[in-house]
């Protein structure tokens, strides 16, 4: 029995999604004709109360654009410095939008309306003009952990103030809502707009949303053809984020579950020095000498079970719609008796 805990994107097309792709009715997407795609972008749109929403192939790609239509060159963009849009994105703040970043060391991925105040630049010319705040939710590098919508709402306060955007990089945003019972429609209030990924927890094999007002879609739409992401018949594609939405939403408290109950275990070993808590999917823990994080991950791989080295101390473990409960027993088996 392979284990495949490494990421929640290595997931394979349930048999329903693949019935769904089956029978999509599709169309050119470049001429917005696709029903299918037409069909998941207002479904996502309503769900978030927000007016419209475009598919675009990665998260990557839905954040870039949102960026790039938020912004022009030469201004600050504000996140945190574990933000994905910062370290995962291939340098596409500046690539892409020639924007300049100001970090903000948040606690686990998330900051404080305060902190978002203090990033914000006066109105001086040495200084470039902060346009955007990201927020990441949940926060991957804080080990999936949740933003209070309190504070979310705060933070827009002080984004308002100042006559900036807010994105929400939201790749895992499905997490949080099932984790803290909350719902789209909050979110869809509080941000400018807000990107949702579909080949993560939901198990789409691709595919992202970006959603928010009308005339933020529409320069979107042009940004997403600059970057090559205009699709012809994707609603081959998009059927399985429309399957995803409405079958594979609720059942992400199941990964939250498993999550806990690796994370119990994990904690209980001496190797561990400490787990991040624990709040949706995934599962990030501090490793001890004499051990460092390689060496955690090659003893659970010597046991079929695979995990990735987040750092040289730090080894993550994620859960998803592939992760059967034996499997999350066999996992904690294994835990022990390392
Ligand atoms: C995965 C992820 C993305 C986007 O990923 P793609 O692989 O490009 O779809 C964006 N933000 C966060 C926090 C992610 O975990």
Request: proline share 3%; glycine share 6%.
């Given at each position: ?8 994107t ?14 999509a009715?599709?169309g ?31 998260g ?35 690539f ?37 705040v ?161 060496q ?43």
């Open positions: 029995m392979l284990v495949d805990l490494r990421s929640d290595i997931t394979q097309p349930t048999a329903g999604m693949i019935d769904a792709m089956r029978k009715i599709t050119d997407d470049v001429f917005v004709e696709d029903p299918t795609v037409n069909e998941l972008e207002k479904m996502t749109a309503e769900l978030f109360g927000m007016e419209a929403a475009i598919y675009c192939p990665t990557t790609m839905s954040n870039q654009i949102a960026i790039k239509v938020h912004t022009n060159a030469g201004e600050e963009v504000i996140c945190d410095k574990m933000a994905h849009v910062y370290l995962y994105e291939a340098g596409g703040i500046a892409n939008a020639g924007c300049q970043v100001k970090l903000i060391d948040g606690n686990n991925g998330k900051f404080t309306a305060a902190q978002v105040s203090d990033a914000i630049n006066p109105d001086d010319v040495h200084k470039p003009t902060s346009t955007l990201c927020l990441e939710n949940t926060a991957n590098r804080g080990g999936g952990s949740c933003y209070q919508l309190e504070e979310i709402n705060k933070i827009r306060k002080v984004v308002d103030e100042n006559k900036l955007k807010l994105h929400l990089d939201g790749a895992r945003l499905f997490n949080a809502l099932v984790a803290r019972k909350e719902s789209p429609i909050e979110y869809g209030k509080v941000f400018h707009s807000i990107s949702v990924c579909l080949n993560k927890g939901l198990g789409c094999p691709i595919g992202s949303m970006l959603i928010g007002p009308s005339d933020f879609i529409r320069k979107a739409r042009r940004i997403r053809k600059v970057f090559g992401g205009g699709m012809r018949q994707a609603g081959y594609m998009a059927a399985t984020g429309i399957y995803a939405l409405k079958n594979h939403v609720h059942r992400l408290a199941e990964d939250h579950a498993h999550a806990k109950q690796l994370a119990d275990a994990v904690s209980k070993k001496d190797f561990c020095a400490q787990v991040i808590p624990v709040e949706t999917n995934i599962v990030i823990f501090e490793v001890r000498a004499p051990f460092t994080a390689k955690v991950v090659e003893k659970l791989k010597a046991k079929q079970i695979l995990a990735i080295a987040m750092s040289a101390t730090q080894v993550r473990l994620v859960l998803h719609l592939d992760i059967r409960p034996e499997m999350v027993s066999y996992t904690q088996h294994c835990i022990d008796k390392m």
